[in-house]
């Protein structure tokens, strides 16, 4: 079993900046990939960004693109989503999801990711 844990959200201005983490439990050893995941009210889940733990090669959605930086601290098994120029359509309740398959056409898509996050909100104003 694998526990994760986000925190970091919170409210900030249109072009401010948020880095959520996301701290991973339990079963660690045999991770492929984790990702991060949002969620606006009213809307589908989708896809933000991914990291493979053992090469760190990095994915993400085209809305997020040179804005969000995805990175990860092996030691420490912590996730971290570096969260720039924020936008108000960046509101949602973001997760962090763990995924074991090795299957890089999967690691955009929420099929990968056998452990999710509570989530951490995140709200941009104007």
């Known amino acids: 079993q694998v526990q994760l844990v986000e925190s970091g959200g919170g409210l900030v201005q249109a072009g401010g900046s948020l880095r959520p983490p996301c701290a991973a439990l339990?079963?660690?050893?045999?991770?492929?990939?984790m990702g991060w995941f949002r969620q606006a009210s009213g809307k589908e889940r989708e896809f933000i960004a991914a990291?493979?733990?053992?090469?760190?090669?990095?994915y993400y959605a085209d809305s997020v693109k040179g804005r969000f930086t995805i990175s990860r601290d092996n030691a420490k098994y912590t996730m971290y989503l570096q969260m720039n120029e924020l936008k108000p359509e960046d509101t949602a309740v973001y997760y962090c999801?763990?995924?074991?398959?090795?299957?890089?056409?999967?690691?955009?898509?929420?099929?990968?990711?056998?452990?999710w996050g509570q989530g951490t909100a995140v709200t941009v104003s104007f």
């Open positions: 990291i493979t733990w053992s090469f760190g090669r990095t």
């Open positions: 339990g079963r660690t050893f045999s991770t492929f990939a």
């Open positions: 999801a763990a995924g074991y398959r090795s299957s890089i056409a999967a690691v955009t898509t929420r099929e990968l990711y056998d452990y």
